[in-house]
Nanobody, 126 residues
Framework: QVQLVESGGGLVQAGGSLRLSCAASGRTFSTSTMAMAWFRQAPGNEREFVAGITPSGGTTEYTDSVKDRFTISRDNAKNTLYLQMNSLKPEDTAVYYC?????????????????WGQGTQVTVSS
């Protein structure tokens, strides 16, 4: 199976930046064949898609509310996924989750991702 571990969350003022990391491991699967994504979930809300990236890193996709502020990337040599978050807003406050699927295509539904990390808290103060 695949294991995912997020890190890099914390408390930051509005307008600040954070970089989240997701370390992937497993004896059977390779990150080079797996699309990956970030989701987030705020209190009282459903878990929603934030950004996705293809196995090679050549194609990325973002939800409209973060498109001009966040950047998703990956380093397959390190088996690590990243989310650079700039110009953070209080409405970005949520638990952020790393997810992956054993397919090439980026999809936006949480039901399409069988593997998940434990989540990392991001809190943006005004």
């Amino acid at each position: 199976q695949v294991q995912l571990v997020e890190s890099g969350g914390g408390l930051v003022q509005a307008g600040g930046s954070l970089r989240l990391s997701c370390a992937a491991s497993g004896r059977t699967f390779s990150t080079s064949t797996m699309a990956m994504a970030w989701f987030r979930q705020a209190p009282g809300n459903e878990r929603e898609f934030v950004a996705g990236i293809t196995p090679s890193g050549g194609t990325t996709e973002y939800t409209d509310s973060v498109k001009d502020r966040f950047t998703i990337s990956r380093d397959n040599a390190k088996n690590t996924l990243y989310l650079q978050m700039n110009s953070l807003k209080p409405e970005d406050t949520a638990v952020y989750y790393c997810a992956t699927r054993l397919r090439m295509l980026i999809l936006r539904s949480r039901d399409d991702y069988p593997y998940w990390g434990q989540g990392t808290q991001v809190t943006v103060s005004s």
